[in-house]
């Protein structure tokens, strides 16, 4: 039996890259429990917005300060970021939106995988698509007084300052209300308390999701692995779609730590059909890790099929990347005609010449490797 290729490009156009695909530094332990950020924050909503310190501007003229009346939205990513890159669209709308009004300053770092010299390649092929600021940080100094500080680990995310200079929100730049801050805050309706309240609650919560992961890891290294599983349930429950990787994590121990995949399978099922009935996104991450990242010997396909198939409904069939996911899940399957027909709908809908050149070497190869499994 020929078998798929891991297709780590997809991934990145999933917008899967530091989730499913993502692995733990020692398999014994919980996926994201060596990750976690310091308890101790000293950012947040109603505090002054540090200065940026930049070691290159990438892209648009230079912001030596936030000048008084205007509204600035400092967004952090990466090239390698899926999510980043999907998001480009939205900002560039919402900059031209705004633009009398507000200035969008995309924030980057070096890492292994993102040079400067990546940064401003990335930004030259994509220079009308990213129609706002671009910069590169100088040594993780805005990175550290930003997301370390607001103890925030994850990219895209996005704080926006208002016209006196205080941060206003903290969160993913796709949510609606990412935008609606902003437009309030233009319009002198935004209420400043009442984030600081919201924002206080999310922090008590926090606060709480902390302990439990930390018991989590405790309960899970002294074997008491219903305890850890409980805890998962909670976190999960909690937010299902900040803390989906812990449902991912609960799956994946079950599959691989204990050994129970008929177990890991009506748990998957379960959050099909209860709190992630309606979540493409989700969904589409758990066919991904099923068919492509686990890398175990006989992977369950047809649950696979059934959350992609399923997340391409959600989506009526015109999302791009659910069509990219489910086309994999059926290259997984050798079922090559359709992983064919299905890739050939998202090179159709590539929102950009970039991503359809990559599908289109993809394309290719699910057409070589069909051709190679009917030689056999």
Not at 67 to 91: K, S
Not at 153 to 171: C, E, H, M, N, V
Request: hydrophobic share 45%; proline share 4%.
């Amino acid at each position: 039996m020929r078998v798929h290729r891991t297709v780590v490009g997809v991934a990145v156009v999933l917008g899967l890259t530091g989730w499913a695909a993502a692995q733990p530094a020692d398999p014994d332990l919980p996926v994201g429990i060596e990750a976690d950020v310091t308890d101790i924050l000293t950012l947040g909503v109603g505090d002054k917005a540090p200065p940026l310190v930049i070691a290159e501007w990438v892209k648009g003229e230079p912001i030596k300060a936030f000048e008084p009346g205007r509204v600035y939205v400092i967004e952090f990513w990466a090239t390698w970021c899926g999510p980043c890159i999907a998001g480009i669209p939205h900002l560039a709308a919402v900059q031209k939106r705004f633009k009398d009004d507000a200035d969008i300053i995309s924030i980057t770092r070096e890492d292994p995988n993102n040079s400067l010299e990546t940064v401003r390649a990335f930004v030259a092929a994509r220079d009308k698509e990213m129609a706002y600021r671009v910069a590169f940080d100088e040594m993780s100094y805005t990175w550290q007084a930003y997301m370390d500080a607001a103890g925030q680990d994850g990219i895209p995310t996005a704080f926006i300052i208002d016209k006196q200079g205080r941060l206003s929100w903290i969160g993913h730049p796709a949510v609606d209300e990412f935008e609606e801050t902003i437009e309030a805050i233009v319009r002198d309706e935004f209420n400043l308390e009442a984030a600081q309240r919201k924002r206080a609650e999310a922090a008590e919560l926090a606060g709480r999701i902390a302990k439990m992961k930390t018991e989590l890891h405790e309960a899970w290294e002294n074997g008491d692995h219903e305890r850890a599983f409980s805890l998962a349930d909670e976190i999960v429950e909690s937010d299902p779609q900040a803390y989906s990787q812990w449902a991912w994590w609960k799956f994946e121990s079950l599959m691989l730590g204990i050994d129970k995949p008929e177990r890991a399978t009506e748990y998957v099922r379960s959050l099909m059909t209860g709190v992630y009935a309606q979540d493409a996104d989700i969904l589409m991450r758990f066919a991904y890790g099923i068919a492509d990242s686990l890398g175990i010997e006989d992977p369950d396909l047809d649950l696979a099929l059934e959350l992609a198939e399923r997340a391409v409904t959600l989506t009526f069939g015109q999302d791009f990347q659910k069509l990219v996911g489910l086309s994999m899940v059926r290259m997984a399957r050798q079922d090559y005609d359709e992983a064919i027909a299905v890739m050939e709908r998202a090179v159709a809908m590539a929102p950009d010449e970039g991503t359809k050149s990559y599908l289109k070497n993809e394309l290719e190869f699910f057409k070589m490797e069909q051709e190679m499994a009917e030689d056999e």
